[in-house]
T-cell receptor
Framework: GNSVTQMEGPVTLSEEAFLTINCTYT??????LFWYVQYPGEGLQLLLK?????DKGSNKGFEATYRKETTSFHLEKGSVQVSDSAVYFC????????????FGKGTHLIIQP | DGGITQSPKYLFRKEGQNVTLSCEQN?????MYWYRQDPGQGLRLIYY???????QKGDIAEGYSVSREKKESFPLTVTSAQKNPTAFYLC??????????????FGDGTRLSIL
């Protein structure tokens, strides 16, 4: 079956630090990969996506590259802000298609001023 | 603005009672989903529907039921058979086409608690 593994949190960084949140996956086929962000008390918002190997998704200064050889989709940002504090979820969509997304457990990011 | 509306935001259930969570979307999406989120865990799929009048069980469907009588609506009923219903429930939708490429759009969730 499919699975997504993220680094455990919380991750605490100072403002303007470099961010990496690791994500690796297991899939039976060739999935699409997503990062979602969840702010307190809210639903999930799509942050970025990649649909094939070597694709780079980017949005709001965040980037992630689809690495098929290492089955990874690590999230990075060069300089984080306090407003980036949230829970980040890595997810995949199976090529079988129909049955929703498979999520990692989420990484709680805390940015201190 | 187009989006997904979940109601109520907070819901309390007594023992042995069924409750229904509402999910409405005006994005003209064909596919809709219900997820359950527990503290420190990712989202787990309860039910999904690709078209009107059709739906499929997800990974944790026991104790839940759904209907899809209209394209824009996908209500979830938490029945008394669900022994541990306290959780945050999220509804999502996605457009048609090649499902694998389509991101899902989420509502703001309903937090269900047992009295």
């Amino acid at each position: 079956g499919n699975s997504v593994t993220q680094m455990e949190g919380p991750v605490t960084l100072s403002e303007e630090a470099f961010l990496t949140i690791n994500c690796t996956y297991t899939a039976t086929g060739y999935p699409s990969l997503f990062w979602y962000v969840q702010y307190p008390g809210e639903g999930l918002q799509l942050l970025l996506k990649a649909t094939k190997a070597d694709d780079k998704g980017s949005n709001k200064g965040f980037e992630a590259t689809y690495r098929k050889e290492t089955t990874s989709f690590h999230l990075e940002k060069g300089s984080v802000q306090v407003s980036d504090s949230a829970v980040y979820f890595c997810a995949l969509s199976d090529p079988g298609g129909a049955d929703g997304l498979t999520f990692g457990k989420g990484t709680h990011l805390i940015i201190q001023p | 603005d187009g989006g997904i509306t979940q109601s109520p935001k907070y819901l309390f259930r007594k023992e042995g009672q069924n409750v229904t969570l509402s999910c409405e979307q005006n994005l003209n999406h064909d596919a809709m989903y219900w997820y359950r989120q527990d503290p420190g865990q990712g989202l787990r799929l309860i039910y999904y529907s690709q078209i009107v009048n059709d739906f499929q069980k997800g990974d944790i469907a026991e104790g839940y039921s759904v209907s899809r009588e209209k394209k824009e609506s996908f209500p979830l009923t938490v029945t008394s058979a669900q022994k541990n219903p306290t959780a945050f429930y999220l509804c999502a939708s996605s457009s048609s086409g090649t499902i694998i490429y389509q991101p899902q759009h989420f509502g703001d969730g309903t937090r269900l608690s047992i009295l």
